[in-house]
């Protein structure tokens, strides 16, 4: 069984900054692809970007050029550096780990997920 753990959330005005991570009780993050969601209140879960084994990162649209995924093999963790927030990104994040089904881009395609971190991002 693998434990997601994410931190790093809280409240930032628009234009700052925030990185939030993702520990795993495992060697996970070193051999799957992880991911990373959030949800904002009355509204669908929404895929933010994912890492690969190999440190290729993809990522929504909305979010190009903003956000940043890394990882650290050695503390078995991922990072989600997120720079001149919006409003709009405000909402609870969550990681995911392995990867079972591509496009690696919806929730049920993962196998482990955390329990969320909140994200609030004022005017």
């Known amino acids: 069984q693998v434990q997601l753990v994410e931190s790093g959330g809280g409240s930032v005005q628009s234009g700052g900054s925030l990185r939030l991570s993702c520990a795993a009780s495992i060697d996970t993050v070193n051999y799957n692809r992880m991911g990373w969601f959030r949800q904002a209140p009355g509204t669908d879960r929404e895929w933010v970007g994912s890492i690969t084994s190999r440190g290729t990162t993809i990522y929504v649209d909305s979010v190009e050029g903003r956000f940043i995924i890394s990882r650290d093999n050695a503390k078995n963790t991922v990072y989600l550096q997120m720079n001149s927030l919006k409003p709009e990104d405000t909402g609870m994040y969550y990681c995911?780990?392995?990867?079972?089904?591509?496009?690696?881009?919806?929730?049920?395609?993962?196998?482990?997920w955390g329990q969320g971190t909140q994200v609030t991002v004022s005017e």
């Open positions: 995911a780990a392995v990867c079972r089904v591509t496009p690696c881009s919806r929730w049920a395609d993962f196998t482990y």
